[in-house]
Structure formats: C-alpha cells, structure tokens
C-alpha cells in the first residue's frame, strides 16, 4: 500500500485517484469480512471440538491433578474463544449491516465500557439518514479506530463520540481526556491515523487530530453529503 500521506492527496485528487481509493478501500472491507468469515467457520469450529474433546476428558478422569490440568486448559481456551470472538466482530461488517451506523456505534461503545472501564457519552441523532454504504463504513471504522487508540495510547477515564448530520456536512468527533501526544506531521503517522485520513480523502473529507500531552486528543472528521460528494468526485 502507498503510504502516501492522504491529507497532501486529497489536495491533488482528481477523481479517478479518489476512485481508485474508493475501490481499494472496498477490496480491503471484503477481505476482512472473508478473514473475519474464515476464523468464524474454520478456527472457531475447530475451537469448540477442543472444548468439546475437553470436557469429555474431563469427565472421564478420575486423577484430580488432571483433572485440574484440564481444567486449566479449558479456561484458557474459553479466553481464546472470547479474544477470537471479540476479532471476528471487529472485523466483520455485519454489525454495521444488521444493526447500521447508530446502533453499531452504540455497540462499540458498550463493548469499550465493558472491557476497559472507560465511560464513553454518546451524541448520535436517533437516525443518520440513509448514507452511502462507503460513507457508512468510513464512519464506523473510524469511531473503532480512534476508541481503539483510546485504549491502547490514551490511559483516558471517559471519551465522547459525536456525530452531526446537517444538510451539507456529516462531523464525527472522538474526544478523549487522556494523556494527548504531540501530533507529529501526517507523513508520520501510524497506520490507523493515515488509514482514516485515506478513507476520509476517498470520500472527498478531511481529517485533523487536535492533542496536547495531558490535555487530551479529540479527532473530527468531516464529509460532504452525498450530493456536494458526487461533485466533488465529477458524478452526474
Ligand atoms: N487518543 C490518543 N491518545 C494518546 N495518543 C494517541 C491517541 N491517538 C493516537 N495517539 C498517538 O498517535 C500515534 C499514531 O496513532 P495511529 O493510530 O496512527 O497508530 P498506532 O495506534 O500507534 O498504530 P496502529 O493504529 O497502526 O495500530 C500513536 O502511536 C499514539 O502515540
Ligand atoms: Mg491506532
């Protein structure tokens, strides 16, 4: 993949780049639902015959220090299950699909909540409108991004996630008030900033990080609605 910085791209776009972009970006969302379909069908099942295997082992085990022996790969094997899970729906667009953008957003949030502790507040209309499905997925994988860099970078206690839909303009903004870093040029930037910079470029939006150390990190996120992004792209 070029990691060529998006914000300097989205200066020079012409459409065809930007729909090069668009069509990579859906290359890479099948794939991760092939992946996520994969581990689903393939490693999953072959998890729960272990545990099956397992617990048939156990019963039939009269040793106690076996038994306690299994036992302990039995739970360490539940705790696989569980991180395999939590992989699979991160991957998967189906929450998206069958729960759409607010509910899924919303989800994200319980899930952050209930693994780490952080609060998260919400401000979500009841109902986005309908979207375009790349503009959707843009949307989700940026909130699961920026709640992702929460918690592996932020050591934050509560965040915000907002999203306005007006008539012209869609901003999604993730707050956190974290520990914040001192943004570094996009050009240096890790694959997840740069990633949703690229998506965002690819639907003719922008991205900016504001983050001060202990200050913390809040990152918007704005597109054009559907009909200033079918200009911009030169659509009829
Ligand atoms: N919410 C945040 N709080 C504190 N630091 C952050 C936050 N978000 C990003 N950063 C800083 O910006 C850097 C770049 O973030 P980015 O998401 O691009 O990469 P990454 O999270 O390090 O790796 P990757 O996303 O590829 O797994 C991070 O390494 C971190 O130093
Ligand atoms: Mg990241």
Same mark, same amino acid.
Request: overall charge neutral; charged content about 25%.
């Given at each position: 993949m070029a990691g060529k910085p998006a914000s300097k791209a989205a200066v020079v776009e012409t459409p065809e780049i930007s729909e090069l972009s668009r069509q990579l970006l859906q290359a890479q969302e099948a794939e991760r639902g092939r992946i996520s379909r994969e581990l689903h069908d393939e490693t999953g099942q072959a998890l729960m015959v272990l545990r099956f295997q397992l617990e048939m082992l156990l019963s039939d085990t009269r040793s106690g220090e076996q038994k306690e022996k299994i036992q302990e790969s &039995?739970?360490?094997?539940?705790?696989?299950?569980?991180?395999? $899970?939590?992989?699979?729906?991160?991957? @998967?667009? $189906?929450?998206?699909?069958?729960?759409?953008?607010?509910?899924?957003?919303? $989800?994200?949030?319980?899930?952050?909540? $209930?693994?780490?502790?952080?609060?998260? @507040?919400?401000? &979500?209309?009841?109902?986005?409108?309908?979207?375009?499905?790349?503009?959707?997925?843009?949307?989700?994988?940026?909130?699961?991004e920026a709640l992702q860099n929460v918690v592996k970078h932020a050591h934050a206690r509560h965040c915000t996630v907002r999203l306005t839909v007006t @008539? @012209?303009?869609?901003t999604l903004v993730i707050e956190d008030d974290g520990v914040g870093f001192v943004p570094r040029a996009s050009q240096q930037e890790g694959f997840g900033l740069t990633g949703m910079r690229e998506r965002a470029a690819a639907l003719g939006g922008s991205v900016s990080v504001r983050s001060q150390p202990e200050k913390g990190t809040r990152v918007r996120i704005t597109f054009p609605t559907s009909r200033d992004l079918k200009r911009t792209r030169g659509a009829s």
């Open positions: &039995l739970d360490l094997l539940d705790r696989t299950i569980e991180g395999l $899970r939590r992989t699979i729906a991160r991957l @998967s667009p $189906r929450v998206l699909e069958e729960l759409g953008l607010i509910a899924g957003i919303r $989800r994200q949030a319980q899930l952050l909540t $209930r693994h780490t502790g952080i609060q998260a @507040s919400l401000e &979500l209309p009841a109902d986005a409108g309908a979207l375009e499905h790349d503009l959707e997925v843009a949307l989700y994988r940026s909130v699961q @008539s @012209s303009r869609i």
